[in-house]
């Protein structure tokens, strides 16, 4: 069976305009996400929230996964807080499947974002969840928790969000999505 290595964001440090923060947040996204995942035959496996970075990394090659996606919010450098809006689907630069799989969850999102034209696809060698899992990476920036309007947008669409990212991970998986009944 296809199976993907769930990573929500363990930083709850990360304040969210409005309220709440990135861990919670993520976490959201990816429990409304399990629905889909199960109703398509896609297993998973999913991190610690009380865990770190290291550990998520640890537990996804520690399984057999076909794929990882790490779950989170951005914030803009502090010169910039609040005025910046968008989501951003990181890639392993030199990874052909990373960068294939970024495109795949870019595209969906371009479907439900508020401003497709500001969905980007972005390659990096700095991300250690992209650069040291031993299946193909991708880690998303849903939009600015530090931008109302975004942290907003996330806040009234966690289940939209769930459901696009999980259309995307059964897109990379090469599996028909199937809404849960």
Do not use: C
């Amino acid at each position: 069976m296809p199976s993907v290595f769930l990573s929500p964001s363990t930083q709850q440090y990360n304040l969210y305009a409005g309220g709440g923060n990135e861990e919670y947040y993520a976490n959201l996204i990816t429990d409304a996400m399990i629905p889909y995942l199960r109703a398509s035959g896609i297993t998973f496996g999913r991190n610690n929230p009380g865990g770190t970075v290291s550990n998520s990394i640890a537990e996804s090659n520690a399984g057999n996964y076909d794929f990882h996606l790490a779950i989170h919010s951005n914030a803009a450098p502090e010169s910039l807080s609040g005025m910046l809006r968008g989501s951003d689907a990181y890639y392993y630069r030199d990874s052909s499947a990373s960068r294939r799989d970024a495109e795949i969850i870019a595209n969906n999102l371009k479907l439900i974002y508020p401003i497709p034209s500001r969905v980007t696809v972005v390659p990096t060698t700095t991300l250690a969840e992209l650069r040291r899992t031993k299946a193909p990476a991708v880690l998303v920036e849903v939009a600015y928790h530090d931008n109302v309007e975004d942290a907003d947008w996330i806040r009234g669409n966690i289940d939209a969000i769930g459901r696009n990212l999980a259309l995307s991970v059964a897109d990379i998986l090469g599996v028909a999505f199937v809404e849960p009944s």
